[in-house]
């Protein structure tokens, strides 16, 4: 699955997501990744690890990095 402005190339399994138009996000060889471009931040995560995110952006509280949580 994607969105926005994105070329994908022998990857399967994957969402990925550009939500910047001025920008071309690209993968090649993925499998069951996760890819999300915003204006702020870049994530890229394998699906099976995607409940491990919310403890990564709860570790940013508190931090300079929070303002990204």
């Known amino acids: 699955v994607t969105?926005?402005?994105?070329?994908?190339q022998e990857s399967s399994d994957c969402l990925v997501y550009n939500y910047e138009d001025?920008?071309?996000?690209?993968?090649?060889?993925l499998q069951g990744m996760v890819?999300?471009?915003t204006?702020?931040?870049?994530?890229?995560?394998?699906?099976d690890m995607i409940p491990?995110?919310?403890?990564?952006v709860?570790?940013?509280e508190g931090?300079?990095?929070e303002k990204y949580s």
């Open 52 to 56: 491990l995110v919310k403890n990564l």
């Open 58 to 60: 709860n570790g940013l």
């Open 3 to 8: 969105k926005g402005l994105t070329l994908v």
């Open 39 to 47: 204006a702020d931040a870049l994530l890229v995560v394998h699906k």
């Open 22 to 29: 001025e920008k071309l996000v690209t993968v090649v060889g």
């Open 63 to 65: 931090t300079e990095l």
């Open 35 to 37: 890819v999300v471009n």
